[in-house]
């Protein structure tokens, strides 16, 4: 699937003003503003989702919308303004079953919105080879399994979390990082995203490089599971939109003792994969979190975690920031000569330029 620059075309007709629709997506998706007025064929619908502010009062409008709702490719979510049997009768004309009206739960909306965002973006899997579709649908389900049993209180799916390691190891052994992450890049599951970035790259990479059995095990289960910790950070501060405040940061800090409580409670985990949790924000200077280690405090499996995290973070795109390329994230990254280990990146940089 081509990445589309907007996740919701929110499309309305002059009798429809849509600030309350707009205001309730604005920082938690990129948005595009369609009138049913203007020319709708500039790709201006090229959306994974199309929301309907439809008044349905009947004439040209109606026709336009009708002829709109033909043209969108993507998901499809519908607001009327009133409930009343003619709007029920053109819904039917329209052959439009779900539908929400105003005025619209803020909450609800986005809950809709991401759920269709996230059906087409799982829906385009299909077209992957079927090895990395296995992967990426194991490790969603998986990973949601994760997050949910830990925030019960409940131990990690060991089985469940091994099956979806191999299955990754699987889909890396075939190459090609950038369909991996592509597959990934629109999903708004934000935590599966990123962890399946880490756990991808360090993967992909691993595997590139020669290295296999345990070590390539510890690595992929350890990007998997890298930030666990982050199911006992609240969900208005995980999932805000936009930068963090300095009491949220404190908050979103602890997520690598979060880790280490959930990893050390279960059993089977080896003492190098625990460490890529707890110690990926530690920098080599002593100057990173939660232990100040630094040199030879920091392992190597745990320098590799700590350059997929930065360089998955760099090349993501947030409400609040545009995803960077390969090579600026790169250049960036050269820069951090205290924090990072420069070996280990110059490797990785021959890796995701060459596309190994
Ligand atoms: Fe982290
Ligand atoms: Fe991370």
Redesign the pocket.
């Known amino acids: 699937m081509q990445r589309l620059k907007t996740d919701i075309a929110v499309v309305h007709d002059a009798a429809f003003e849509p600030g309350d629709v707009v205001e309730a997506l604005t920082g938690y998706f990129s948005l595009s503003r369609v009138s049913l007025d203007d020319d709708l064929g500039n790709g201006s619908l090229s959306a994974h989702l199309c929301v309907f502010c439809a008044s349905l009062r009947p004439g040209l409008a109606f026709q336009r919308l009708r002829k709109a709702l033909q043209d969108c490719e993507g998901e499809k979510l519908f607001i009327i303004p009133t409930h009343n049997s003619d709007a029920i009768s053109r819904l039917r004309d329209l052959d439009v079953a779900d539908y929400l009206v105003l005025p619209i739960d803020p909450g609800e909306l986005r809950t809709l919105a991401k759920a269709a965002i996230n059906r087409r973006v799982e829906r385009s899997w299909e077209a992957l080879h079927p090895t990395k579709r296995k992967a990426l649908k194991e490790s969603l389900a998986c990973f949601e399994k994760c997050f949910s049993q830990v925030r019960r209180g409940e131990p990690l799916p060991m089985e469940d979390i091994n099956v979806s390691c191999r299955h990754i190891r699987d889909a890396a052994a075939l190459g090609g990082l950038d369909g991996w992450i592509k597959a990934l890049d629109d999903h708004h599951n934000y935590s599966f995203r ?2 399946m970035f ?1 756990c991808g790259i360090l993967t992909y990479f691993a595997n590139a490089i020669g290295i296999v059995g345990d070590d390539l095990h510890q690595l992929t289960l350890g990007g998997m599971l ?2 666990i910790g982050k199911s006992k950070v609240p969900l208005e501060v995980l999932d805000k939109p936009g930068k963090l405040d300095d009491g949220e940061w404190k908050i979103m800090r602890n997520h690598p003792e979060h880790s280490r409580e959930i990893l050390l409670s279960n059993q089977g985990l080896d003492a190098d994969t625990v460490a890529m949790a707890v110690h ?1 924000h530690e920098k080599l200077d002593g100057t990173g979190y939660p232990g100040g280690l630094s040199g030879a405090q920091i392992s190597d499996h745990v320098r590799l975690t700590a350059i997929a ?1 930065v360089y ?1 973070a760099l090349i993501d795109k947030r409400s609040y920031k545009e995803a960077m390329s390969q090579e600026a994230a790169l250049d960036l990254m050269a820069k951090f000569e205290g924090h990072l280990d420069m070996d280990l990146l110059g490797a990785f940089r021959s890796f995701v330029l060459e596309k190994a």
């Open positions: 990123h962890s880490v890298h930030d990926h995290d998955s």
